[in-house]
């Protein structure tokens, strides 16, 4: 008889003990699991946003702009940043990306029903329907940008300003050659995301109205770079600012959007913190196993020291017991991981919606979170249960191993 079978056979002479401890690991996997697939939506949804509204997977600006940041000095952009797009396509590294010139100025909003201060957001309609992607969260009544001189604008914002589809919109700002630039749109649309840092104060017009309006001529301050993996964004700024330098263009600043300010090192510092807890809420529910084999060992002492004394060696001994420990493990991330797959797939249609417990909350989330599905993810967890399982049996399993045979005999 082979150690896995004699294993599989001692499990089954004591079932309760055994689905107690397939049962604790089974918890603590599953709710690993799921806790996996919430923060990936989580960090999924945060990232989505930051990236798509704020700085693209690379981005691109000039230095001055970037030493200035947090002001959208309009001052500070590119003369042709269509020069810089065409530089930049096809080349290696970056044949999937997508482009996207963009312009961001503080503004004065100004309507019948009084002014706010506000966030103005200008970049190619159609290329903006695939980045910002406002259009899809226009209300009923309204529509998308199609021309000149029209205007979207955030739910909550319009409501502080009073306005409504067909409304005049009055913007005033400091313009590119520090004068006064002072334009009219007409509101178009309405747009709702449930993200509060876009509905509560943020506006999107045409590119060609903010450079009439900013007196910008062809340029723009950034260039957005989205790819289709945002975590090779460190790899692709490295293949831009090579093929920028093969352009001959200079004087520009390429960053990931892993480098740019505190949020994103957060971002990656909570990422990777995650895994410790992983591991920790594991070691946790297969403790029970090391409580549960040390009460075997004890109980089969008698056992232990006959097959010592019919020939067993230590070796056997310890790969005997730890294949027992070990199997519970695996029973137990197995059923885990399988119920933690099934409701991250339930959550990931349904998604949990956290409107009401983000009233106030001013990071570029969405209110309603769906958690992803990720299968890599998920058997990587059921390997972390098995193998904490393993590592909790050996001690048990070294002390039934180290066991002199007479003694365990006549100790029983």
């Keep these: 008889m082979n150690m896995f079978t004699m294993a599989v056979r001692n499990l089954g002479r004591n079932g309760r003990r055994t689905m107690l401890a397939a049962t604790s690991v089974g918890l603590s996997i599953m709710l690993i699991t799921v806790m996996n697939g919430m923060i990936g939506g989580f960090m999924g949804s945060i990232v989505r946003n930051f990236t798509k ?3 693209g997977h690379v981005n691109i600006t000039t230095e001055g702009y970037r030493e200035r940041e947090r002001f959208s000095p309009v001052t500070e952009a590119m003369d042709d940043s269509a020069a810089v797009i065409e530089a930049l396509r096809g ?3 970056l044949e999937k990306a997508r482009f996207a010139e963009r312009i961001r100025f503080g503004v004065l909003l100004s309507s019948d029903g009084g002014n706010k201060a506000a966030l103005g957001i200008a970049g190619d309609p159609e290329t903006e329907r695939g980045l910002l992607m406002l259009d899809r969260s226009v209300l009923e009544g309204g529509r998308y940008l199609a021309g000149p001189g029209e205007a979207i604008l955030g739910e909550s914002l319009a409501r502080d300003l009073g306005l409504g589809v067909g409304d005049t919109l009055k913007v005033l700002t400091q313009r590119a050659d520090y004068g006064t630039g002072y334009k009219r749109f007409r509101v178009t649309g309405i747009f709702r995301t449930r993200v509060n840092t876009l509905d509560n104060a943020v506006f999107q017009i045409g590119l060609d109205d903010a450079r009439e309006l900013l007196a910008l001529g062809e340029g723009a301050q950034q260039i957005l770079v ?4 945002y975590r090779k964004a460190d790899a692709a700024a490295e293949a831009i600012g090579t093929a920028l330098a093969a352009a001959g263009i200079a004087g520009l600043s ?5 480098g740019m300010g505190d949020f994103a090192r957060f971002i990656l510092m909570v990422d990777s913190i995650y895994v410790w807890m992983y591991l920790a809420v594991a070691l946790l529910g297969a403790f029970i196993i090391t409580n549960i084999m040390m009460m075997v060992v004890l109980e089969r002492r008698k056992e232990i020291g006959i097959l010592k004394s019919m020939g067993m060696t230590d070796g056997g001994v310890l790969s005997l017991f730890l294949a027992e420990g070990t199997l519970m493990g695996v029973m137990g991330s197995a059923i885990g991981a399988a119920l933690g797959l099934c409701v991250n797939l339930v959550m ?3 998604g949990w919606d956290m409107s009401a417990a983000m009233a106030g ?5 969405d209110n309603v979170v769906y958690f992803t599905v990720s ?4 058997a990587a ?3 972390m249960g098995s193998g904490v399982s393993a590592a909790v049996s050996l001690l048990p399993s070294r002390s039934a191993a180290l066991m002199n045979p007479i003694d365990a005999i006549r100790s029983a």
């Excluded at 299968?375 to 998920?378: A, Y």
């Design 226 to 229: 989205m790819l289709p993996d």
């Design 348 to 350: 990931g249609k349904v």
């Design 91 to 93: 080349a290696p590294g």
């Design 375 to 378: 299968l890599p993810w998920t």
């Design 381 to 383: 967890l059921f390997l």
């Design 53 to 55: 509204n704020d700085t």
């Design 254 to 258: 390429v960053r990931a959007w892993t």
């Design 361 to 365: 909350f001013t990071w570029p989330m």
